[in-house]
């Protein structure tokens, strides 16, 4: 399997369910973020980690915990969430965090829903 | 800051029409702006990016994208547009200061018909 991949790619959760979003890169890459798609709304990068440590975290609320055990795979936990909280969670890897340049491969996406 | 705007969240052309989608940008410094494309059910694809070589950027299936300094834009064209060419559009600028941080825009959708 190539690319950047995540799990499950749907996933539909009560408010005070705890879940867990999974991203795995397969690319060789050194850093990982994770973003925020809402419908009618630009892209919003919630955290960045390179070489396994968060260098970015985007004023994102402490019912998203971010998780990155090695290089290649990265974790998103959520708990207590918020209807408004549904979307399309993507993930994202390249090369390293600190080339302006450097290309972001995206994965297909977790398709959120909090009921 | 660093942002990026998109004109037209939606845009419909004619199978074989020139496709032209628009991207106006806002840096303090130099910028790098890609544009990526998001197929339904997919995630988002790098189409090209400008990296401060040569002005005109050719990317793949056929599109391509000019940098304007002086009117701070960077347009997305296609001569002739196919119906596969359907999918949402993202342009974003990537902030050179702190780390590999992209800014990106609302997204255009392209409908093209037969």
């Known amino acids: 399997e190539t690319g950047v991949t995540q799990t499950p790619r749907h996933l539909v959760m009560g408010m005070t369910n705890k879940k867990s979003l999974k991203c795995e890169q397969h690319?060789?890459?050194?850093?990982m973020y994770w973003y925020k798609q809402s419908a009618k709304k630009p892209l919003e990068l919630m955290f960045v980690?390179?070489?396994?440590?968060?260098?970015e975290n985007n004023s994102v609320p402490s019912r998203f915990s971010p998780e990155c055990p090695n290089s290649s795979h990265l974790f998103l936990h959520l708990h207590t969430l918020q209807p408004e909280d549904s979307a399309l969670y993507l993930c994202a890897s390249s090369r390293q965090s600190s080339d302006p340049t450097d290309t972001q491969y995206f994965g297909p996406g977790t398709r959120l829903t909090v009921l | 800051a660093q942002s990026v705007t998109q004109l037209g969240s939606h845009v419909s052309v004619s199978e074989g029409a020139l496709v032209l989608l628009r991207c106006n940008y806002s840096s303090s410094v130099p910028p790098y702006l890609f544009w990526y494309v998001q197929y339904p059910n997919q995630g988002l694809q790098l189409l090209l990016k400008?990296?401060?070589?040569?002005?005109l950027v050719k990317g793949i299936n056929g599109f391509e994208a000019e940098f304007k300094k002086s009117e701070t834009s960077f347009h997305l064209t296609k001569p002739s547009a196919h119906m596969s060419d359907a999918a949402e559009y993202f342009c974003?600028?990537?902030?050179?200061?702190?780390?590999?941080?992209?800014?990106f825009g609302s997204g255009t959708k392209l409908n093209v018909k037969p």
């Open positions: 974003a600028v990537s902030d050179g200061y702190n780390f590999n941080k992209f800014y």
């Open positions: 980690y390179s070489l396994e440590e968060r260098v």
């Open positions: 400008y990296t401060s070589a040569a002005t």
């Open positions: 690319l060789g890459h050194n850093a």
